[in-house]
């Protein structure tokens, strides 16, 4: 067994141990380990500072997560973009392939908590179908493994699926979606990313929320898979009293640049039950981006996404840098606030290419005029 195996067993992971060890009361601790499992492996129980900090409010339940009936369980609709079990197939060209329900800390604030943890929803079982959708589907050029965690599975496995995905000729590029240096630096081990770096161009997309997370352990994951060749992306959750606070943000950022991580996503929190008590207006999130651009490196800016309830995919949200037209200038402000102006074309040069008619179109086909003015800006 190897040593992040090792870990696995000595996580917490019942409703006992949460009574037991934090003095949780035993009716909720039970209810909440129904509701959705319990694990927090000893590395990143060790990485809490004191109760309630956001290492423990990304990791421990909390009964705020009983109250919160009638939100919905698949708030992204991806079951209904769902062809066969482990396939989520909604943008035109690529595909989330899930591998695994298993992970080494179940976050509280996981979307996909109707699936994760449930063996009987996301199985080894069902790889086949999915290498057999995609091979079907010659459209996917990229391919997303999640879950869970993929690297939950054993290098054996998993090279199993990557050699199942490189037989593939459309497969352009594999992307591989793991909170493990996160969570569980241990899992990256030489072997494993010798192993991955085989099957080449593979990408991974991690998952730091608090800069408290990049310590030495997940520098070490972080040098291996870089040195390994692959570029590391991160996506984090915005998230009330975990990382909703600009300073924080920045920090992490930053530190993330130095684990030789780029900023991928900061996604709005999605609507799924029982983690509602984690969401922020979507003004802090355009408040943090505010104060990222500009104050430091453009490489540190992640995209600011909502995912649209209902499945309509992730749409980007920027500050109001456009603050309107005069004549032929369109007015623009920059990051400290000052007014520039940019003299626009009036007209398409010669040779350029025709513009592309994007009417804007409700679900049920009509056309929906956009209004379009000035906002006037405070500061
Ligand atoms: C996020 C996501 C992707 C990948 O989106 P990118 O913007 O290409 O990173 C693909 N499929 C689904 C269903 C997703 O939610
Ligand atoms: S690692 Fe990802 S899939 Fe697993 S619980 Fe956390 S957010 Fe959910």
């Known amino acids: 067994m190897e040593l992040w195996q090792e870990m696995l067993r000595q996580s917490v992971d019942t409703g006992k141990d949460l009574v ?18 319990i694990r927090i492996n000893p590395y990143y129980l060790s990485l809490i500072r004191y109760p309630g900090d956001p290492i423990w409010l990304q990791c421990m339940p909390d009964v705020q997560e009983l109250a919160e009936d009638g939100l919905p369980e698949d708030p992204l609709a991806e079951d209904s973009h769902s062809p066969v079990p482990s396939i989520v197939h909604r943008y035109p060209d690529r595909v989330l392939f899930l591998t695994t329900s298993q992970c080494s800390m179940y976050c509280r604030f996981c979307t996909r908590k109707r699936k994760v943890g449930d063996s009987s929803k996301i199985n080894m079982k069902f790889i086949q179908d999915g290498l057999d959708y995609i091979q079907k589907h010659p459209e996917i050029r ?19 699926i990557l050699k199942g995905l490189r037989d593939i000729p459309h497969v352009q590029i594999i992307r591989i979606g793991t909170k493990m240096p996160c969570v569980l630096p241990q899992r990256v081990t030489p072997k494993l990313t010798k192993m991955l770096k085989k099957y080449h161009p593979v990408y991974i ?25 692959i570029p590391l992306g991160n996506q984090s959750v915005l998230m009330k009293g975990v990382n909703d606070d600009s300073d924080v943000m920045l920090e992490l950022m930053r530190k993330l640049l130095t684990m030789r991580v780029r900023p991928y996503y900061l996604y709005q929190a999605d609507i799924t039950k029982g983690t509602d008590h984690f969401r922020t207006p979507v003004s802090k999130g355009l408040e943090i981006m505010d104060k990222l651009r500009g104050h430091t490196s453009g490489l540190a800016i992640p995209s600011y996404v909502i995912d649209a309830p209902g499945g309509g995919g992730k749409i980007p949200l ?26 626009d074309l009036e007209e398409e040069p010669p040779n350029h290419h025709p513009p592309v008619e994007r009417p804007f179109k409700r679900k049920n086909g009509k056309k929906k005029e956009i209004p379009v003015e000035v906002v006037e800006i405070e500061k």
């Open 318 to 343: 920027l500050p109001q840098y456009v603050l309107g037209r005069a004549g032929k200038n369109i007015i623009l402000r920059n990051y400290k606030y000052e007014i520039f102006t940019y003299p």
């Open 205 to 229: 997309n991690t998952h730091f929320n608090h800069p408290w997370e990049c310590t030495p352990e997940a520098k070490r994951a972080c040098d291996l898979l870089a040195d390994a060749g």
């Open 142 to 160: 990229d391919v997303i493994l999640s879950g869970g965690d993929p690297l939950m599975l054993t290098d054996f496995l998993l090279e199993r």
């Open 20 to 37: 037991d060890r934090f003095g949780f009361d035993d009716a909720a601790a039970n209810k909440l380990n129904s509701l959705f499992h």
